[in-house]
């Protein structure tokens, strides 16, 4: 009787650690999908309360943050920059290291500029904040950048495998 009771909690335990997992990668999905979304509403807020805190604190703060990000993109439209596409392709598995639950999110971003259509595949790093229960991402070709990611992500290391940018510009034919 003792050992079906231990067994039926073991069980019990291994299913909703599981479970409690693969929603995080669920999550993260989810999670990479709104902060998308939301760069293409213009919904800075959104985007970041998405974003890795040390990067805000970087610009300055959240404030600072938003008021450069709503001028970069204000003097994007005036010479024409439009977003046409924002969508997430996939997560990797999600691995625990230095603490952290940590993922790469795969994303399709597509613009207009200048007569130009620009398409890029890019990376996120995510790394879930277990305190908001929510995550937070930031480019991963910028972890490609010793002494940025000395700043905001001192002692990094992972055995995340993250691929380059695909860029592509081609011009607009009528």
Not at 132 to 155: M, R, S, V
Not at 167 to 173: D, S, Y
Request: glycine share 6%; aromatic share 8%.
């Amino acid at each position: 009787m003792m050992n079906n009771i231990k067994k039926i909690l073991l069980f019990i335990l291994i299913a909703t650690s599981v479970n409690g997992f693969s929603q995080t990668k669920t999550d993260a999905l989810k999670d990479a999908k709104i902060t998308s979304k939301a760069g293409l509403e213009m919904d800075y807020e959104t985007v970041l309360k998405h974003t890795l805190p040390s990067v805000l604190d970087m610009m300055g703060g959240k404030d600072a943050a938003l008021k450069v990000i709503e001028s970069t993109f204000e003097n994007m439209k005036a010479q024409g920059f439009v977003f046409e596409k924002a969508d997430i392709n996939g997560v990797s598995e999600i691995v625990k290291e230095q603490g952290q639950f940590r993922c790469i999110i795969e994303g399709y971003n597509q613009m207009v500029m200048s007569g130009q259509r620009i398409s890029s595949k890019s990376y996120l790093l995510g790394i879930y904040n277990e305190a908001d229960k929510y995550w937070w991402f930031i480019e991963a070709k910028q972890l490609k950048n010793e002494a940025l990611t000395k700043q905001i992500l001192p002692n990094f290391e992972t055995a995340l495998e993250i691929p380059e940018d695909d860029l592509k510009v081609e011009p607009i034919e009528d």
